[in-house]
């Protein structure tokens, strides 16, 4: 069936790096432009970060800009988080989600989750 | 503080009709930028519900629809189940930020 599992979230000291996972199954990856989003404990849900289906085009958020890289592999069906330089404030339940053009952009099937805490 | 705000919380009784308003401005859901809405279960990973302001996907009870008008968007259920009782956001694209959308605050639906 349709799916994304997200990987590699953990704790780590503020300044540290981790490397986000989400691996696609059931579907075309390379036909779908793919995103980060995060939900901090106890509250909304922030976009982070999107790659378009070739990996050609990337935006970021403004609050991760400089610190997070966002990357694809089509061959092996996953999408990739790097997450460098990270503050107490990432700390977050991180998605991925896949966006569908052919419902209008929306996000059509999410991952799990993975949570990332950033603490001493 | 999102650009799109939501009521933070609504409630019902069971059988009743309650709605959650989506609040925007003219660099969004007034600029015609689709809105969609997603419901989180407890404890999981956001669902969509409505897509394309008032388009359900495949499987989503018609209780659940969504409408837009001017910079606002809202989403109705009715005959409200204890199954409801989830948090709601909605999601639409804004010219002024980058990337492909951002959410509204989110509603927490409690069912009485």
């Known amino acids: 069936q349709v799916q994304l599992v997200e990987s590699g979230g953990g704790l780590v000291k503020p300044g540290g790096s981790l490397r986000l996972s989400c691996a696609a199954s059931g579907f075309t990856f390379s036909d779908y432009y793919m995103s980060w989003i995060r939900q901090a404990p106890g509250k909304g849900l922030e976009w982070v970060s999107y790659i378009s289906s070739s990996g050609s085009t990337i935006y970021y958020a403004d609050s991760v800009k400089g610190r997070f890289t966002i990357s694809r592999d089509n061959a092996k069906n996953s999408l990739y988080l790097q997450m460098n330089s990270l503050r107490a404030e990432d700390t977050a339940v991180y998605y991925c989600?896949?966006?569908?053009?052919?419902?209008?952009?929306?996000?059509?099937?999410w991952g799990q989750g993975t949570m990332v805490t950033v603490s001493s | 503080q999102s650009v799109l705000t939501q009521p933070p919380s609504v409630s019902g009784a069971p059988g009743q009709r309650v709605t959650i308003s989506c609040t925007g401005s003219?660099?969004?859901?007034?600029?015609?930028?689709?809105v969609h809405w997603y419901q989180q279960l407890p404890g999981t990973a956001p669902k969509l519900l409505i897509y394309g302001n008032s388009n359900r996907p495949s499987g989503v009870p018609d209780r659940f629809s969504g409408s837009k008008s001017g910079t606002s968007a809202s989403l109705a259920i009715t005959g409200l189940q204890a199954e409801d009782e989830a948090d709601y956001y909605c999601q639409s694209y804004d010219s002024s930020l980058s990337g492909p959308g951002v959410f509204g605050g989110g509603t927490k639906l409690t069912v009485l």
């Open positions: 989600a896949r966006g569908n053009i052919r419902i209008l952009d929306a996000f059509d099937i």
């Open positions: 003219s660099s969004n859901i007034g600029a015609g930028y689709d």
